[in-house]
Each structure stands twice: as structure tokens, then as C-alpha cells.
């Protein structure tokens, strides 16, 4: 039985990316031909995508709070690469993600085409990130970022990285918080986080095998980002998001792991 939803549930998902190498071919051919595809319109077809990749998925999904009406910057705990398409099926949205995606086969190119903004680890390119977040904001375009810069075990929050919030202070846009949670049989979820040295296929592999788990995405109250300084703002935010996943008011001060961001 595990081998059968195993094969089912992959095929679907490949009908799936299928799908979407065919609307990112379109953009693709549209940009050779000198016709641009506005933003707005890429993160509506990337949102129609989003939905088809996050069914695509064994999990049980359920929305707690009200969607943002003003673009906003939004921020969220990260556990897993699957934390993308959850999100971005909620509302036309674009990411901020590491470098090494747009290599990635398929999924890369995809990410690439929905105008996800790329971020080298200690690249030194802070100031051209920082510009490129607040010109998207400017543009009256929501963006999702991951502050902690990994994703964890989905147990604990690592320490929101402040001088990714610049672009929002610069704009005066308000962070929307998120807090993103797994669970199976009523514990946090053993499977669902993608850390360590997993790979894509074998992630996959262990998720399709099992049942479906629960997914819990909390929408927080908007946090505004009027004269606050970096370092404060992200321990406002990191404080709401841990106090929604753990119920605990005090942020405690976690030590870095090794791990592995998606």
C-alpha cells in the first residue's frame, strides 16, 4: 500500500510541475518575443500554480487569522520547502530564497520565472538585496521572507536576521507574521522538515510514504515598521511568531545548527 501512494502521489506531483514548466515557458517565450510580464500578473499565475503544487502535497491544511488587504512584507518561521507553495497558494506573493534554488532542476527555473529574489550566503551583496526588497515593496508587491535563514526541526525558532526587514523600514511597509506548523498524530511532525544533508527526492519519498499530516498556518497581527530600527523590528516579529508556535512569552536564545534552508 505505502508503494502504490508512493508512485500515485509522485505522479501527480509530476503532472503538476508539468504544468508549470508550461506557464514559465510561456513567460520565458513572451520575454525572447520583447513582451514583459508585469510582476502582478506573474504572482497571480504563480498563486494559480501554488495551489495545484500545495494539493499536490499529503497534507491537511488549515488557515488561522485574515490575509493582509495592504502588501506587506511577510515574515515566517521556516521548516520546510514545502513552506513555499503553503504560503504562496494564499494570495499572490513572491519569495526571497538562497542562491542555490535557481540551480535546482526544474524547480529553479520556476522559481526564476515567479520572480523570486536570489540571496548569496555571505555574498556581501546586503545593500543590492536590500534595494531589491524595498523596490518590490515600493511596487505594491508582497514578498515572503524566511528571517531565520535555515529551516529548523520545526521544535524551536533561530534568531530573526534584522537587515532583511531593512527594505520594509525603508518603505514604511508593515510585516505580516507568520507562524507555520506541522503536525502528525498530535505531535510536531518528524517528517515534514527538510534539515541536515536531506535531499529533495528522499524528503519527497518519506512524505508521499505516509499518511497525510496537519499543517497549521497562523496569519498574526501586522506589525508596523514605522521608526523602528532592524534589530528591534525582528525581535518583535520573532517574539509574536514564537509566542503563537510555543505559547511561551520569553524568546529564548537558540545556538546555531547545522541546517538547511529552502
Known amino acids: 500500500m505505502p508503494k502504490l501512494r508512493v508512485i500515485a502521489r509522485f505522479s501527480r506531483l509530476i503532472l503538476v510541475l508539468l504544468l508549470g514548466m508550461l506557464m514559465a515557458s510561456i513567460i520565458g517565450v513572451g520575454e525572447r518575443l520583447g513582451l514583459k510580464t508585469p510582476m502582478q500578473r506573474r504572482q497571480r499565475w504563480t498563486c494559480w500554480f501554488m495551489k495545484y503544487l500545495a494539493g499536490a502535497l499529503p497534507f491537511e491544511v488549515r488557515v488561522v487569522g485574515t490575509l493582509p488587504?495592504?502588501?506587506?512584507?511577510?515574515?515566517?518561521?521556516?521548516?520546510?520547502?514545502?513552506?513555499?507553495?503553503?504560503?504562496?497558494?494564499?494570495?499572490?506573493?513572491?519569495?526571497?530564497?538562497?542562491?542555490?534554488?535557481?540551480?535546482?532542476?526544474?524547480?529553479?527555473?520556476?522559481?526564476?520565472?515567479?520572480?523570486?529574489?536570489?540571496?548569496?550566503?555571505?555574498?556581501?551583496?546586503?545593500?543590492?538585496?536590500?534595494?531589491?526588497?524595498?523596490?518590490?515593496?515600493?511596487?505594491?508587491?508582497?514578498l515572503v521572507i524566511f528571517p531565520e535563514g535555515t529551516t529548523t526541526d520545526g521544535q524551536?525558532?533561530?534568531?530573526?536576521?534584522?537587515?532583511?526587514?531593512?527594505?520594509?523600514?525603508?518603505?514604511?511597509?508593515?510585516?505580516?507574521?507568520?507562524?507555520?506548523?506541522?503536525?502528525?498524530?498530535?505531535?510536531?511532525?518528524?517528517i515534514a522538515p527538510f534539515i541536515g544533508d536531506d535531499d529533495l527526492v528522499s524528503h519527497l519519498t518519506r512524505l508521499f510514504a505516509e499518511p497525510r499530516g496537519e499543517v497549521c498556518i497562523q496569519l498574526l497581527a501586522p506589525i508596523s515598521s514605522v521608526d523602528k530600527e532592524r534589530a528591534a523590528l525582528a525581535f518583535q516579529a520573532q517574539q509574536a511568531i514564537h509566542l503563537a508556535l510555543f505559547g511561551a512569552e520569553e524568546v529564548p536564545v537558540v545556538p546555531r545548527r547545522q541546517a538547511r534552508a529552502a
Not at 495592504?70 to 513555499?84: F, G, K, Y
Not at 533561530?158 to 498524530?185: E, K, M, S
Request: overall charge positive; aromatic content about 8%.
Open 69 to 142: 488587504q495592504q502588501p506587506m512584507l511577510w515574515v515566517s518561521n521556516h521548516v520546510s520547502w514545502t513552506d513555499i507553495p503553503l504560503l504562496g497558494m494564499l494570495m499572490p506573493l513572491s519569495f526571497l530564497s538562497k542562491a542555490e534554488v535557481r540551480h535546482w532542476p526544474v524547480a529553479g527555473w520556476l522559481a526564476e520565472k515567479a520572480g523570486t529574489l536570489f540571496i548569496r550566503r555571505g555574498g556581501g551583496d546586503g545593500q543590492r538585496l536590500r534595494e531589491q526588497i524595498s523596490g518590490q515593496l515600493g511596487q505594491a508587491q508582497p
Open 156 to 190: 524551536q525558532l533561530r534568531t530573526f536576521h534584522g537587515r532583511l526587514l531593512a527594505g520594509a523600514i525603508d518603505q514604511g511597509v508593515a510585516l505580516q507574521p507568520v507562524a507555520i506548523q506541522y503536525r502528525r498524530n498530535g505531535e510536531t511532525d518528524p
